[in-house]
């Protein structure tokens, strides 16, 4: 699973925690899943804090996401580096996300994870 976070007021957005709690209530969907983190602001840290914050979240008792370490994609000042196509125009975060996409398919294969099922 790959998460895309926004970033209000330096956290997720309150719908998507609920959303998550819910879920986690009963069924616990996350539970050894692999999750990838990356978002974009308008800002100029890129989600850092929401980024954290999701990672907080989904490693709470009931949730027992796998969230992939590192890598973490914060595309900064999204109103410039995106496009009228929703296309990234900056071509170093193009690669980089590219980079991360590889690394979290060796995530998911990786021994680890399948130790944690």
Not at 71 to 89: R, V
Request: hydrophobic content about 45%; some cysteine.
């Amino acid at each position: 699973m790959i998460i895309a976070v926004p970033e209000y007021d330096h956290a997720v957005p309150a719908a998507l925690k609920s959303a998550i709690e819910w879920l986690s209530c009963a069924t616990h969907p996350f539970k050894n899943k692999p999750v990838m983190i990356v978002g974009t602001s308008l800002g100029i840290q890129g989600t850092v804090r929401a980024q954290m914050n999701l990672r907080q979240i989904l490693d709470a008792p009931g949730v027992d996401a796998q969230v992939m370490p590192g890598n973490e994609f914060m595309l900064p000042q999204g109103g410039a580096n995106i496009n009228e196509n929703n296309q990234i125009t900056d071509a170093g975060s193009v690669s980089f996300l590219k980079l991360c996409f590889g690394r979290f398919l060796t995530f998911i294969n990786s021994e680890d994870l399948e130790l944690a099922k």
